[in-house]
């Protein structure tokens, strides 16, 4: 099992910044990858991005390429979103998650990044 606990969500003016930070715990050897996901009022989940805990290599979905960072920081088990130039239709609920195997398997509790227009 791995645990999964975000942090660092608000509300913060268009143009303003924001870092999520997700504390994993339990069995994170067992996984590979993790990610960001988020999910807006009447809308799907949609992943953010991603990062490998070996190697740091990041992947993003295209609407936040050059505004969000992903990293990771081995020694505590945390993995950290920042978010820069954040947009009104950045407003959603942020989950951690991580891949185990086959799937994104393990999920956090969520945390809400509401960004006034």
């Known amino acids: 099992q791995v645990q999964l606990v975000e942090s660092g969500g608000g509300l913060v003016q268009a143009g303003g910044s924001l870092r999520l930070s997700c504390a994993a715990s339990?069995?994170?050897?067992?996984?590979?990858?993790m990610g960001w996901f988020r999910q807006a009022p009447g809308k799907e989940r949609e992943f953010v991005a991603s990062i490998t805990w070996s190697r740091g290599s990041t992947y993003y979905t295209d609407s936040v390429k050059g505004r969000f960072t992903i990293s990771r920081d081995n020694a505590k088990n945390t993995v950290s979103l920042q978010m820069n130039s954040l947009k009104f239709e950045d407003t959603a609920v942020y989950y951690c998650?991580?891949?185990?195997?086959?799937?994104?398997?393990?999920w956090g509790q969520g945390t809400q990044v509401t960004v006034s227009s």
């Open positions: 998650a991580a891949h185990d195997v086959t799937s994104w398997a393990y």
């Open positions: 339990g069995r994170t050897f067992s996984n590979n990858v």
